[in-house]
């Protein structure tokens, strides 16, 4: 359960709070300090509006969660609360006022028990505070109200324009004076619905007695013989009055409205903005862009470095306001988990408030604002809505933090996936040549003078097969190391696309034995501008990958095209082709695509292959044919102009 304790303007609300915290600790139960605005509000002096702000500091202070609620009647909105947040005590203050006033104007205490229900009230008498007496009737430090000299002004000449248009319609139309009644009642409305409520009342009071004036007879006199019409100016006094109220009323519950429209506005836009963010320093831009927007002051947000101290991210002014004092004040709030600064109870004479963003694993930073050098309070509204948007951004940066979390757990994983993937790749490949090697070396050291001649060829051409297959592990390794690290520079140069594909056959010739190899250059395929090295090793991993994966005997097809923007060459083989949805994997890094038992190679060949490829601008792609086999086809931009070619010697 929940202990709520009703807190308001008077001085008597410290001790209730303090008297509520101690029901809360021996019950075991958390304290709530709700605040209603009602429509009487507005007529608060501004020495009980910073009392109603001490107030709801105090409950927090003590360990107190704060509500701010807006309703027409105090009673119907804690009640309403509290059903809907399991409240099961209610501490309010004793009224102090003469019981006449309950009687006439109605009781909240009355109220909240007659409709409490199961919840329990509990009415704590107050002690007065040792400046105010509890019989106090007046605050010092209280603004006296201005009074509207427009309002009556504007009153007085509603009520002169509607007798002037009244009386030809009485005098001289013969239109009841019941209709003219209804014009000063229009007056009435038009003076509420524009200025004060004493305003209203004085317009009200005038209306009755020009109505009296000028349309009762006798006429131009306050004699009255008709006794009905003291009931009729009664009325009439009254619905001005009513009306009065009432559209006071909706004018207060409608500023209430805007007020309220404006701050989730400004949470919605700010929340729109960190929803799309991803990077811490974009979640501080918005949030101090946003502070400043809203409150029209400067703002700056300060997220905690490894060692949790603040550091400056973004400052919607310029950060030349917030000196060593200032930032040792931001620490302080955000060490401690509590606003300080001008407004609070801690270091009050600084020059920005601070509020710390508070997420769910702690403190991430603090939002500061410049408070205006001509008060020394914050607004409810105003430092509600502070504290809205550092919770709001707190939860963003945590979010980004995490993110970021993830993300360095996912690189570990994987770079640790990666390096027991080379292990154990290089080992096995390395190994197997090496053994390979090693005994037909051994066998020629032992016997090789004994051995038949052709035995002898087999084992050296054993030999330099498996150096040869050690030689482009190691270069493939070599390669890949130097693309990871950013150090594959491109020597490009126009080059005959016949010369490389010959180098890269070539370079395979002890491979490609016993092997068909079709290869289609076009003679008059122009030059090209690449780096003739990288390509010839791009051809070199795709005509050994074809070799690896199919049938002794089987072709190995090479074809070269141009088109306007590009020229095309493409590697295919014969053999069993590429799994089903394997054909964009097999460019990943250790990715292999056969039978296991039938894998040879770490899965670096392709990957090299691509990266050499898009290095140039071009792209890879891989597929199976329909007649099978696979066919891996690769680009080449046509970028710049050839040089001319001399063949007239």
Same mark, same amino acid.
């Given at each position: ?144 109200? =201005? #009074?509207?000299?427009? *309002?009556?002004?504007? @009153? $007085? ?7 002037? %248009? /009244?009386? &030809? ?106 929803? =799309? #963010?991803?990077?811490? *320093?974009?979640?501080? @831009? $918005? ?7 809203? %409150? /029209?002051? &400067? ?115 994987? @770079? ?234």
């Amino acid at each position: 359960g929940r202990v709520l304790v009703c807190v308001g303007p008077s001085p008597l609300s410290a001790r209730l709070i303090r008297s509520a915290r101690r029901l809360a600790a021996s019950l075991r139960a958390k304290l709530v300090a709700v605040y209603v605005e009602t429509p009487g509000v507005s007529r608060l002096s501004e020495a009980d509006r910073r009392r109603v702000e001490e107030n709801l500091r105090l409950a927090e202070g003590l360990g107190a969660a704060t509500v701010t609620l807006g309703g027409p009647s105090m009673a119907d909105e804690v009640l309403a609360y509290a059903t809907a947040h399991n409240v099961t005590k209610i501490v309010v203050g004793k009224p102090v006022r003469p019981r006449w006033k309950d009687v006439v104007f109605g009781s909240v205490v009355d109220d909240l028990i007659r409709r409490s229900g199961d919840i329990n009230i509990y009415v704590i008498r107050g002690e007065a505070d040792p400046v105010n007496g509890a019989g106090s009737r007046h605050v010092p430090g209280a603004v006296t109200r =201005t #009074a509207d000299w427009a *309002g009556y002004a504007w @009153a $007085a000449a509603v009520v002169a324009t509607t007798t002037a %248009l /009244g009386w &030809p319609l009485y005098h001289r139309l013969d239109i009841s004076n019941a209709n003219v009644l209804m014009l000063y009642l229009l007056g009435v409305l038009w003076v509420a619905t524009h200025h004060s409520r004493e305003a209203t009342v004085l317009c009200s009071v005038l209306a009755v007695a020009a109505f009296d004036l000028v349309f009762v007879s006798p006429h131009y006199t306050f004699a009255v013989y008709d006794r009905r019409y003291l009931v009729v100016f009664g009325g009439m006094l009254a619905t001005a009055l009513v009306i009065s109220a009432l559209t006071h009323r909706v004018r207060v519950q409608a500023e209430a409205a805007r007020q309220r429209e404006r701050r989730t506005a400004a949470l919605l836009g700010l929340s729109r903005d960190l929803a =799309t #963010a991803r990077a811490s *320093g974009e979640i501080v @831009a $918005a949030t101090g862009r946003h502070v400043a927007d809203v %409150l /029209g002051r &400067p703002a700056v947000v300060l997220l905690a470095d490894g060692e949790r101290r603040l550091m400056l991210k973004q400052d919607a002014a310029g950060p030349a306001w917030l000196d060593e004092k200032e930032a040792g004040v931001a620490q302080w709030a955000f060490e401690h988990d509590q606003p300080a600064g001008r407004g609070t109870d801690t270091l009050p004479a600084s020059a920005g408030t601070y509020v710390p963003m508070r997420a769910p694993r702690g403190v991430v930073g603090v939002i500061g604002v410049v408070a205006d050098g001509r008060d020394a309070h914050w607004s409810g509204e105003r430092r509600q809505l502070v504290e809205a948007f550092a919770s709001q951004a707190a939860l963003a940066v945590e979010r980004a933090n995490l993110a970021d979390e993830a993300r360095a757990a996912w690189e570990r994983v994987e @770079a640790e996936f990666l390096r027991n993937t080379l292990l154990s790749g290089v080992s096995h490949e390395l190994r197997t040549p090496l053994a390979g090697i090693t005994g037909a070396a051994s066998t020629l050291a032992v016997s090789g003078d004994t051995l038949p001649a052709d035995a002898r060829r087999e084992m050296i051409d054993t030999i330099q097969s498996e150096a040869d297959r050690m030689e482009r592990l190691i270069s493939n390794l070599l390669d890949m190391t130097r693309m990871e690290a950013g150090g594959l520079a491109l020597k490009k140069e126009w080059l005959p696309l016949q010369e490389v594909v010959g180098a890269a056959l070539h370079h395979l010739d002890n491979r490609l034995r016993g092997r068909d190899v079709n290869a289609t250059v076009p003679a008059d395929l122009p030059l090209v501008a690449i780096d003739g090295t990288a390509i010839e090793q791009v051809l070199t991993n795709l005509i050994d990958n074809a070799v690896e994966y199919t049938p002794p005997g089987t072709p190995v097809d090479i074809t070269a095209t141009a088109g306007d923007r590009e020229i095309t060459v493409e590697v295919s083989d014969r053999g069993p082709g590429l799994p089903p949805g394997t054909e964009k994997r097999v460019f990943e890094k250790f990715f292999r695509a056969g039978p296991a038992a039938t894998r040879r190679g770490i899965g670096l060949g392709l990957a090299i292959c691509r990266g050499i490829v898009e290095a140039h601008g071009g792209t890879i792609t891989a597929r199976n044919l329909p007649q099978g086999g696979a066919a891996f086809r690769f680009t080449l931009p046509r970028d710049g102009t050839p040089p001319k070619v001399d063949t007239s010697e």
